[in-house]
DNA sequence: TCTGGGGTCCTAGGACCC
DNA sequence: TCTGGGGTCCTAGGACCC
């Protein structure tokens, strides 16, 4: 049995720790670049504002609404996070760190009553954290995900389910009957899984509730959808499928992308962003010990300025053998960027990619380096290690960018393809200068 | 004027092998 | 004149997630 507990509008949540002002306004966090409400609190749904909305077309909310935007402060969110996860992690023997605002929670052989215990963590993260959130409970990580939503709908719009589920809802506790009526008032895209496209395709199929789709024949769903959906209706009806990961796998791959604050047309300028970026990628590969064999480098201007002339290309650059050397990351990118610029368009975003990861204390020697491998078995990755380790170590210290490749270009202020943020708040949580001043 | 970023998994089809 | 069967690996694209 499993529990999925999730931060109620997470991002925005962790901005009103800090600003309790904010506590019943309407308040929109946005994307880098202040694109688009990525974060909306209850009062902002209300208002109507979809996820993903550009800010410009909500902007005219401010004054009519009193909508609050706010940019995006990653540091902060990440950092409420950690406190969140650790003490969600007492509500089972093992966790499972879904993504910054979630986690699953295996609560089989867990005594006492559940539902009693989520509630009591639940109020613990909110008085210690501050992060209000809620806990879905079911035999399946689907149906925990699913119970989590009821949880969370009941508690934000009474009457659409009985107000006893509202933010912690233990689907396995339910009567065959409660439980029946729970589904059916459910929609099939609120399931784990089923996205735009295939809720599009199983109403038209006449398969519109949750109810509906649990009770779906499984070699249709194999059939006419995929082993995916199978897997997903088996999960309904109570036979688990999905692991627990409570350990997090490495990455596959690590990518760096970023829409810039203003079109930029120099080659120049490109150079310094893919250089910054490949940089950013090389340093998550270390953290987590991996090696690249493949760079993938694109450009491309912005599909939403129709008028202008489009180009987006992108290029793999496969490496002699597998590095974390972030010279040659960023050697690699720029070959690539140079093979596949061309002059005259305004870019609108750029990324580095690394692809074909693999553990660190793998070595792969081409064939003409078998000669010096037999008389000196040390490998160049090792001999580099101090380097890089050095940089990191500085960079984590003294702030990102505080040790750069040369082709990163002048510091900072003067990049003119820096991401707008115009609205950040301090690093309240993870920075000295930035703590909150108490007033007596 | 102004539209995010970072991932994973599955499938179909082509190339290739014996 | 007649031309099989079975398998793997890779890639691009689609779909989904937060």
Redesign the pocket.
Known sequence: MYALVDGNNFYVSCERVFRPSLQNAPLVVL???D??A?SRSNEAKALGIA??A???KI?ELEETHGLVSLSANFALYGDLSDRMMSLVAGLGHRQEI?????SFVDVSGIRGDITQRAFKIRARVLQWVGIPCCVGIGATKTLA?LANHIAKTAERKPGVYPDCYAQVCHLSACTVEEKRVLLQATNVSA?????????AQLRAGGIDTVLDLMHMDLTLARTRW???LERTVRELQGTPCIDLEDVT?N?????????FGE?IVALSHLQQAVTEFASLTAE?MRRQHSCALQVLCFIRT?P??VKDAQYSRSVVIPLMRATDDTRAIVQAALAGLSHIYQAGFKY??A?V?LLDLQPAHWHQHELQWMDSMLIDSSTDAIKKQPLMLAMDQLNRRYGRGTLQIASAGEQAATKPWA?KQGRRTPDYTTSWDALPLARA
Do not use: H, L, Q
């Open positions: 994307s880098n670049n694109g688009c990525i996820m993903g550009p800010w410009f902007k879904y993504s910054i605002d979630e995900k399931v784990w899984g089923v996205g735009r496209r295939i809720s995929s082993v995916v796998p990455k596959k791959e690590i990518a760096c992308t970023r829409s079109p998550k912005s939403f300025r609108a975003k990324g990619m991401m």
